[in-house]
């Protein structure tokens, strides 16, 4: 028996995976933190020493677990979005007719509207900064590509209880879910109510016509 194989060995394979699990876990902590900042400064105007003043963690400790703003950056939007997509698993899990799925679809779409217009507002600056800053280009495009497997996930679900099929590819239906977000998202932020009740009644009518 090696040394890896007898207590002495799975005692230390333990104790490193907890050491990781315990560093992933406060970099998820921080990140938890650090959005509430980001959110309302957005990429350009905070630092990690903004993030450390709003928050319980001293600028060192921020420092230690994140090498970098762009390093803090991607931990955060990664994190919320990843949180997003799991909020619509139970719509799809729940919902037993194509009406069912639709309508809670569109009020889930505009409640996270509603409750989290500057955490959305931090992903689209985020997006249109990947376009100058290329360290941002692969995180984007992996959050992309997460957000599109959901919208496809919802229509291909919406088909399947309709009897239908879908017209579009995903690339197309998510394309045409973001822009009515995008467009719901600058009408809401610049005090315009009417934003929500439009975003629910347009992702509502947009799935009969992607699956008709």
Not at 42 to 57: E, M, P, V
Not at 87 to 99: F, N, V
Not at 136 to 162: C, G, P, S
Not at 163 to 187: C, H, K, Q, W
């Amino acid at each position: 028996m090696s040394v890896t194989e007898g207590p002495r060995g799975r005692h230390r394979a333990r104790a490193e995976r907890a050491a990781v699990d315990k560093f992933e876990r406060r970099r998820s902590e921080i990140a938890d933190s650090a959005l509430v900042t980001l959110a309302a400064n957005g990429y350009a105007n905070t630092g990690l020493r903004d993030i450390a003043q709003n928050s319980d963690f001293s600028h060192g400790v921020v420092h230690y677990y994140f090498s970098d703003k762009l390093d803090l950056m991607q931990h955060c939007i990664r994190q919320y979005k990843q949180d997003c997509v799991r909020q619509y698993d139970g719509i799809l899990e729940s919902a037993t007719t194509p009406d069912e799925l639709r309508e809670g679809f569109a009020v889930a779409m505009a409640a996270t509207l509603r409750e989290e217009s500057t955490l959305h507002r931090m992903w689209y600056d985020l997006r249109n900064q990947s376009m100058f800053t290329t360290e941002l280009v692969e995180v984007i495009k992996e959050i992309d590509l997460l957000l599109e497997q959901m919208i496809w996930r919802v229509v291909t679900r919406y088909a399947e209880l309709a009897e239908s099929s879908p017209l579009v590819e995903p690339t197309v239906a998510y394309s045409l879910y973001d822009g009515l977000f995008l467009r719901a998202l600058i009408d809401f932020l610049a005090g315009d109510r009417e934003a929500l009740a439009f975003l629910r009644r347009e992702c509502a009518a947009l799935l009969p016509r992607l699956c008709p």
